[in-house]
Protein backbone atom coordinates (compact mmCIF):
# COMPACT_ATOMS: atom_id res chain seq x y z
CA UNK A 1 0.00 0.00 0.00
CA UNK A 2 1.53 3.65 -1.08
CA UNK A 3 1.85 5.75 1.56
CA UNK A 4 3.90 9.14 1.92
CA UNK A 5 5.54 9.49 5.77
CA UNK A 6 7.16 13.07 7.06
CA UNK A 7 9.42 13.22 9.70
CA UNK A 8 11.62 15.95 11.26
CA UNK A 9 9.25 18.95 12.62
CA UNK A 10 9.73 20.41 15.75
CA UNK A 11 10.13 23.74 17.82
CA UNK A 12 12.61 25.97 16.70
CA UNK A 13 13.27 29.36 17.63
CA UNK A 14 13.35 32.38 14.99
CA UNK A 15 17.05 32.50 12.57
CA UNK A 16 17.30 28.57 13.75
CA UNK A 17 17.23 25.73 11.49
CA UNK A 18 15.53 22.42 10.73
CA UNK A 19 15.42 19.40 8.41
CA UNK A 20 12.39 17.64 7.36
CA UNK A 21 12.52 14.52 5.79
CA UNK A 22 9.96 12.82 3.71
CA UNK A 23 9.95 9.18 2.77
CA UNK A 24 7.15 7.69 -0.35
CA UNK A 25 7.01 4.05 0.08
CA UNK A 26 6.93 1.23 -1.40
CA UNK A 27 10.29 1.94 -2.99
CA UNK A 28 8.90 0.17 -5.95
CA UNK A 29 6.98 3.78 -6.93
CA UNK A 30 7.89 5.18 -9.57
CA UNK A 31 7.88 9.26 -8.81
CA UNK A 32 7.81 11.94 -11.01
CA UNK A 33 8.19 15.15 -8.31
CA UNK A 34 7.86 15.27 -4.72
CA UNK A 35 7.22 18.64 -3.26
CA UNK A 36 6.71 20.03 0.31
CA UNK A 37 3.13 22.56 1.30
CA UNK A 38 2.98 23.83 4.16
CA UNK A 39 -0.65 25.00 6.13
CA UNK A 40 -0.55 27.57 8.60
CA UNK A 41 -3.29 28.39 11.30
CA UNK A 42 -5.81 29.71 9.71
CA UNK A 43 -4.51 29.68 6.31
CA UNK A 44 -4.92 27.72 2.97
CA UNK A 45 -2.44 24.64 2.24
CA UNK A 46 0.10 26.78 -0.22
CA UNK A 47 3.20 25.53 -1.82
CA UNK A 48 6.65 25.50 -0.61
CA UNK A 49 8.73 23.51 -3.45
CA UNK A 50 9.30 20.94 -5.63
CA UNK A 51 12.11 18.57 -7.28
CA UNK A 52 11.68 16.91 -10.31
CA UNK A 53 12.79 12.95 -9.34
CA UNK A 54 14.33 12.48 -12.40
CA UNK A 55 15.87 15.42 -13.46
CA UNK A 56 16.78 17.05 -10.19
CA UNK A 57 15.40 20.30 -11.38
CA UNK A 58 13.61 22.59 -8.19
CA UNK A 59 11.46 25.21 -8.03
CA UNK A 60 10.74 27.15 -4.94
CA UNK A 61 7.79 29.88 -3.45
CA UNK A 62 8.96 32.98 -3.35
CA UNK A 63 8.66 33.18 0.28
CA UNK A 64 11.66 30.53 0.68
CA UNK A 65 13.47 31.85 -1.82
CA UNK A 66 17.61 31.50 -0.27
CA UNK A 67 16.35 30.28 2.99
CA UNK A 68 15.16 26.40 2.14
CA UNK A 69 16.69 23.58 -0.06
CA UNK A 70 14.79 20.62 -1.66
CA UNK A 71 17.25 17.53 -2.26
CA UNK A 72 16.17 14.12 -3.04
CA UNK A 73 18.03 9.74 -2.67
CA UNK A 74 15.63 9.01 -5.96
CA UNK A 75 17.04 5.29 -4.87
CA UNK A 76 15.13 5.72 -1.21
CA UNK A 77 12.08 7.68 -2.62
CA UNK A 78 13.03 10.33 0.24
CA UNK A 79 12.98 13.83 -0.27
CA UNK A 80 14.68 16.30 2.16
CA UNK A 81 13.53 20.08 3.11
CA UNK A 82 16.39 22.34 4.93
CA UNK A 83 15.06 25.08 6.09
CA UNK A 84 17.41 27.65 7.06
CA UNK A 85 16.76 31.75 8.98
CA UNK A 86 13.00 30.36 9.88
CA UNK A 87 10.62 33.20 10.67
CA UNK A 88 7.93 33.09 13.44
CA UNK A 89 5.66 32.82 9.90
CA UNK A 90 7.03 29.57 9.32
CA UNK A 91 4.59 28.08 11.73
CA UNK A 92 2.57 25.19 9.90
CA UNK A 93 2.03 21.82 9.32
CA UNK A 94 4.25 20.79 6.35
CA UNK A 95 2.68 18.20 4.21
CA UNK A 96 4.92 15.88 1.99
CA UNK A 97 3.40 15.80 -1.59
CA UNK A 98 4.53 12.31 -4.03
CA UNK A 99 3.50 12.34 -7.77
CA UNK A 100 4.06 9.26 -9.43
CA UNK A 101 4.54 9.18 -13.20
CA UNK A 102 0.93 6.99 -13.65
CA UNK A 103 -1.67 7.20 -11.24
CA UNK A 104 -2.74 9.28 -8.32
CA UNK A 105 -0.58 11.44 -6.09
CA UNK A 106 -0.24 10.93 -2.52
CA UNK A 107 0.02 13.24 0.66
CA UNK A 108 1.46 12.82 4.14
CA UNK A 109 -0.21 13.28 6.92
CA UNK A 110 2.16 16.46 7.85
CA UNK A 111 4.68 17.25 10.65
CA UNK A 112 4.03 20.51 12.90
CA UNK A 113 6.95 23.21 12.09
CA UNK A 114 6.59 26.15 14.98
CA UNK A 115 9.17 28.80 15.24
CA UNK A 116 9.17 30.52 18.01
CA UNK A 117 9.91 34.76 17.73
Known amino acids: QEQVVESGGGLVEAGGSLRLSCVASPRSLSLHDMAWFRQAPGKEREFVAR????????NYADSVKGRFTIDKDSAENTVFLDMKTLKPGGTAIYYC??????????WGQGTQVTVSS
Open 51 to 58: INMISGST
Open 97 to 106: NAKPLFGREY
